[in-house]
């Protein structure tokens, strides 16, 4: 009776054999060399594209679209998730608006935006929906806007001059949904029902659409490029000669969906899709920056020196600011495993160093502010990363990065730290310290002081704190009243998300996570009800 019993798990063990071989097989594909020497071939396809239309201005979608050209040329960023695209949970996040990209687009007559998928497909769902769907919306809402303007009356020169009158007229004005040839039937249609539904969402946000009105002379419209697409150089258009704002969007790396082996002239190696993708499991501490800095040296080292020579670069520039009193820390990491699924024993692949931006060359734009000023709120957001140059003009700082403290001198009263960190490690960590971080600001705004607020990344917990403060401590209008407005309106989230969309307004990096704005709304709610028990 024992003999069929073993039979099963026979065939488990085999299983499972044939399981880690494929683990293994893929562990090998996935080198650090394998990725860079991918990113690096990806990056020349899309540096031909973008020589075609050299007056546009390239923008890197975050954070895998900044593997793929030198930092210097990227003049923007944006942030299109691929989720809000995916079938079934399509979106439209007013909470990632971009809106700084539609003014630029309109300003320099379009743009071409770089990503790139791992998966076996051509193109991101951040390109194939989630983007169309953006450019549907804002089209969709600049159109409402001028038809109330002409129904009211009150068109202005400003708005609707000779050149724009044509474009801006109803009939001319493309509104309809763009989608690519390989989205389904039954999935845009489902699209196009959802969007008068988005539109009132934008609408209702309290974003600014009459300078969206003023900037966009022709309505957004996404084209799609891949390396499987064919360009006749000969009949490349010019962009006069489009009745639209083209959006270009480049997937910088070849659909295949298997690693394919690649010769050069020294080394063999495995071409990876989408290499540049979800950094923290392969790049060991390197920043795109730091790979363009020294993107010949890292290729020319071949596979077997690759992981060291990225060591060494690593921590000579974590060495370098930590010299001058720079955010610096070592982060302990998993130890990597060979091939053989055996740990390593060396112990400089037991750490890795997350990088600071260099202002000189960052990864975002070559005119990027250090901090930004949330209008005329005496409020500032920025990151930790950033040099202690950044600090000039602010009268005190809220420091809510769990990993560094600030160099400064400041008194109790103009310097707060609050260990805070993400909804993924604490799901309260943030609402338990909003009550301190509310007390400081307020005490140093009664005395007009400038405020920085501060995270490690500038882009989520610094937002979620400054609009927490925000809601509370400021009026409709933007006046400091002490939270006395506070009490006498309801919160909802349709109120927290327009404060939310005021921010995003000036701190065009902001990428808050749902979760803290979970707790961000969570906190409101609990203090309003707190206030309502005193009075």
């Known amino acids: 009776m024992a003999a069929p019993a073993a039979e099963p798990a026979a065939e488990q063990s085999a299983t499972m054999s044939i399981y880690k071989a494929a683990r293994r097989i893929k562990r090998r594909a996935s080198t650090l060399y394998n990725a860079l020497r991918s990113v690096a071939e990806d990056a020349a396809f899309v540096a031909e594209v973008a020589a075609l239309w050299p007056a546009l201005p390239l923008v890197a979608n975050l954070r895998c679209g900044l593997w793929y050209a030198p930092p210097r040329d990227f003049n923007a960023t944006c942030y299109f998730k691929s989720t809000d695209g995916h079938a079934g949970n399509w979106s439209f996040s007013t909470a990632r608006l971009n809106l700084h990209l539609a003014l630029l687009a309109g300003d320099r007559g379009g743009c ?26 804002l089209n969709r809402a600049v159109e409402r806007y001028r038809l109330r303007a002409i129904q009211k009356g ?20 493309d509104s309809s949904v763009h989608l690519p040839v390989w989205v389904l039937d039954t999935e845009k249609n489902a699209v196009e029902g959802r969007i008068e539904e988005w539109t009132d969402q934008f609408e209702l946000c309290g ?46 790396s070849a659909s295949d969906a298997f690693s394919t082996q690649r ?23 390197l920043t795109p920056t730091l790979f363009w800095k020294h993107k010949y040296d890292l290729l020319d080292a071949g596979p077997d020196h690759c992981n060291q020579l990225v060591a060494d670069i690593v921590e000579k520039d974590r060495v370098y600011r930590a010299q001058r009193g720079e955010h610096s820390p070592q982060i302990a990491a998993k130890p990597l495993k060979s091939h053989d699924d055996v740990k390593c024993n060396d112990d400089r692949t037991s750490y890795m160093w997350p990088v600071k931006l260099d202002p000189t060359d960052t990864q975002y734009s070559n005119n ?18 950033q040099v202690a140059d950044a600090f000039v003009g602010v009268d005190c700082i809220l420091n809510c990065d769990s990993t560094s403290r600030l160099p400064t001198n400041s008194s109790e009263n103009s310097y707060l730290e609050l260990s805070i960190v993400g909804s993924k490690d604490d799901r309260f960590s943030l609402m338990k310290n909003l009550s301190k971080a509310i007390d400081f600001a307020k005490r140093n705004l009664v005395a007009e002081r400038k405020i920085l607020v501060c995270c490690q990344n500038g882009e989520d917990i610094s937002i979620c704190v400054a609009l927490a403060i925000v809601t509370l401590l400021f009026d409709d209008n933007g006046c400091f009243d002490y939270g006395n407005s506070f009490m006498k309106r309801d919160i909802t989230k349709l109120e927290m998300r327009k404060r939310l969309v005021f921010i995003c307004k000036f701190a065009v990096n ?16 609990n203090e309003k009800e707190r206030l309502s028990r005193l009075t």
């Open 510 to 525: 902001a990428r808050p996570s749902r979760g803290n704005l979970k707790q961000v709304y969570g906190f409101l709610c």
């Open 368 to 385: 990027v502010p250090l901090l930004f000023w949330i209008g005329t709120l005496n409020l500032a957001v920025s990151s930790t990363l």
């Open 112 to 137: 071409i935006i770089i990503d790139s998928t791992r998966r076996g497909k051509r193109f991101p769902d951040s390109m194939s929906k989630t983007i169309p769907i953006w450019c549907c919306v």
């Open 154 to 173: 009150r068109e202005s020169s400003a708005m609707l001059n000779r050149d724009a009158e044509n474009n801006s007229c109803p009939s001319n004005w």
């Open 263 to 285: 010769m050069s002239s020294e080394f063999s190696w495995q071409y990876i899709p989408g290499a540049g993708d979800d950094e923290e499991s392969w790049a060991r501490g």
């Open 207 to 252: 974003a600014d659409i009459h300078s969206l009105a003023i900037k966009l002379q022709k309505p957004l419209r996404p084209l799609w490029i891949s390396q499987r697409t064919r360009i006749w150089l000969n009949e490349v258009p010019e962009l006069d000669s489009w009745d639209f704002t083209p959006i270009i969007l480049i997937s910088a």
